[in-house]
C-alpha cells in the first residue's frame, strides 16, 4: 500500500470533521452553542488527530529509514506536549464554553464513526 493510499481514510476523517464542524456552526444563531469554543475544541481534536496519524504512520512504516522512525517517535512525544500544553492552556487561561468545546471535540468521533461506515457500505 502507498503512502498516498495509507493516508486516504485520514485525509477523510479530518474532511468529515471540518464539514461537521462547519455544520455545527449552524446552532450558533439559535445560540445553543459559542463559536469560539467549538472552533476551538474541533481544531484541538483535529490538530491532535493529524500529528497522531503522521507520528504513528511514521512510527509503523515497515520500510522507514532510522531517520524517519526517530522522526516519527519525535513527532509523536511533539504531540503529547501539544495535548498537554494546550489543555493546561484551555483549562487555566481560555476557559471556552465547555458545551461548545465539548461538540467540537465529539465532531472527531462522529468523523470516525461516519467514515468506517460509509467505507464499509462501499467495500461491500
Same mark, same amino acid.
Given at each position: 500500500?502507498?503512502?498516498?493510499?495509507?493516508?486516504?481514510?485520514?485525509?477523510? *476523517?479530518?474532511?468529515?470533521? %471540518?464539514?461537521? +464542524?462547519?455544520?455545527?456552526?449552524?446552532?450558533? #444563531?439559535?445560540?445553543?452553542?459559542?463559536?469560539?469554543?467549538?472552533?476551538?475544541?474541533?481544531?484541538?481534536?483535529? +490538530?491532535?488527530?493529524?500529528? !497522531?496519524?503522521?507520528? +504513528?504512520?511514521?512510527?509503523?512504516? #515497515?520500510?522507514?529509514?532510522?531517520?524517519? *522512525?526517530?522522526?516519527?517517535?519525535?513527532?509523536?512525544?511533539?504531540?503529547?506536549?501539544?495535548?498537554?500544553?494546550?489543555?493546561?492552556?484551555?483549562?487555566?487561561?481560555? =476557559?471556552?464554553?465547555?458545551?461548545?468545546?465539548?461538540? %467540537?471535540?465529539?465532531? !472527531?468521533?462522529? =468523523?470516525?464513526?461516519?467514515?468506517?461506515?460509509?467505507?464499509?457500505?462501499?467495500?461491500?
Amino acid at each position: 500500500m502507498s503512502w498516498e493510499a495509507q493516508g486516504l481514510p485520514v485525509f477523510r *476523517v479530518e474532511l468529515w470533521h %471540518g464539514l461537521l +464542524v462547519l455544520a455545527s456552526m449552524a446552532l450558533v #444563531p439559535l445560540e445553543w452553542v459559542e463559536p469560539g469554543g467549538l472552533l476551538l475544541g474541533g481544531l484541538f481534536m483535529g +490538530v491532535n488527530f493529524l500529528l !497522531l496519524a503522521v507520528g +504513528v504512520r511514521w512510527v509503523i512504516t #515497515p520500510f522507514a529509514s532510522k531517520g524517519r *522512525v526517530r522522526a516519527g517517535v519525535a513527532l509523536l512525544i511533539l504531540k503529547f506536549c501539544f495535548l498537554l500544553g494546550a489543555s493546561w492552556v484551555l483549562l487555566t487561561r481560555i =476557559a471556552p464554553d465547555a458545551v461548545s468545546f465539548a461538540l %467540537g471535540v465529539n465532531c !472527531l468521533i462522529l =468523523a470516525i464513526l461516519w467514515d468506517r461506515l460509509y467505507d464499509t457500505k462501499l467495500s461491500k
